[in-house]
């Protein structure tokens, strides 16, 4: 069973500066892609940020240049730093395991104006 846990979310200024943690549990975990989604009060969940096994990173056009997406498989956990933040970035955001399908509660990021 894999379980993941989201944390880091909370209130800050634009301009400034969040980094998101999971943690996860479960096998398999090391060559899972893992991804950050993020779900807008209605909007449609939006995939953020992705990292494969191996290392390689896509993005959203929305978040290029401010967002980076890492890992460190031997603590099992996947990280998203964001910077530069922007009042549209206010969302719910949601680790993934891409591979089993699996996601987090979610953690809720607000950027004030």
């Known amino acids: 069973q894999v379980q993941l846990v989201e944390s880091g979310g909370g209130l800050v200024q634009a301009g400034g500066s969040l980094r998101l943690s999971c943690a996860a549990s479960g096998s398999f975990f090391s060559i899972s892609s893992m991804g950050w989604y993020r779900q807008a009060p209605g909007k449609q969940r939006e995939l953020v940020a992705a990292?494969?096994?191996?290392?390689?990173?896509n993005y959203a056009d929305s978040v290029k240049g401010r967002f980076t997406i890492s890992r460190d498989n031997a603590k099992k956990a996947v990280y998203l730093q964001m910077n530069s933040l922007k009042p549209d970035d206010t969302a719910v955001y949601y680790c993934?395991?891409?591979?089993?399908?699996?996601w987090g509660q979610g953690t809720q990021v607000t950027v004030s104006s």
């Open positions: 993934t395991n891409m591979m089993r399908g699996s």
């Open positions: 990292i494969t096994g191996g290392g390689s990173t």
